[in-house]
């Protein structure tokens, strides 16, 4: 079975600054997607942004963007310009593209100071 | 808005009661996911189901029992309830494998569990 690893347990940033969390993966497969999910205080899981294995480009969705190193199996979220909303759980997450069940690291909690 | 509904947000219930855990979602996603969600240990998948009647066990399914007679309504069940199964209880939907680039996975808002 696959696996995720968040080796940060929790961080934290100053406002406006830049952070980057962490993550890693074990699988055998070639084609697969990874998320980052955000889970702030009200327990909501909130999709921040997704990438599916067979693309190069590494995803970004406004402030929130990856670095996506297939070989390394590595998938690292970097926050740009950090607010204060975004203090939350972040785990990250494997699916496979060829079955439906998904894999969660243990999550890194992350504090916006101000 | 598309959501997953999760029937409680706080439950507490006794050592050896039969618990269920009910959640429904209005996207006709084909798949439905049982987590539990623990400090250091992330999210673990329980039991997960890829259509109606059909089940799939997680990592964790010792203790649980799910059921799926309805496309939008997938059940956990804890048939006694422990302590240990003290937790917060998460459900997920997720579109088949062709919808899956242009339509997000879905959570409901968590159920926390206390087994007393």
């Known amino acids: 079975a696959q696996t995720v690893t968040q080796s940060q347990p929790e961080m934290s940033v100053q406002e406006a600054e830049t952070v980057t969390l962490s993550c890693t993966y074990d699988t055998s497969e070639n084609n697969y997607y990874l998320f980052w999910y955000k889970q702030p205080p009200s327990r909501q899981m909130i999709l921040v942004i997704r990438?599916?294995?067979?693309?190069?480009q590494n995803a970004t969705e406004n402030r929130f963007s990856v670095n996506f190193q297939k070989a390394a199996k590595s998938f690292s979220l970097k926050i740009s310009d950090s607010q204060l909303g975004d203090t939350a759980m972040y785990f990250c997450?494997?699916?496979?593209?060829?079955?439906?069940?998904?894999?969660f690291g243990a999550g890194t909690r992350l504090t916006v100071k101000p | 808005d598309v959501k997953v509904t999760q029937s409680s947000r706080y439950l507490v219930k006794r050592t050896g009661e039969k618990v269920f855990l009910e959640c429904v979602q209005d996207m006709d996603h084909e798949n439905m996911f049982w987590y539990r969600q623990d400090p250091g240990l992330g999210l673990r998948l329980i039991y997960f189901s890829y259509d109606v009647k059909m089940k799939e066990k997680g990592d964790i399914p010792e203790g649980y029992s799910v059921s799926r007679e309805k496309k939008e309504r997938f059940s956990l069940i804890l048939e006694s309830a422990s302590t240990n199964q003290t937790s917060m209880y998460l459900c997920a939907s997720f579109p088949n494998l062709f919808d899956r680039a242009n339509q997000p996975q879905h959570f409901g808002d968590g159920t926390r569990l206390s087994i007393l």
């Open positions: 997450a494997f699916m496979s593209y060829n079955n439906n069940d998904m894999r």
């Open positions: 990438q599916e294995a067979y693309k190069q």
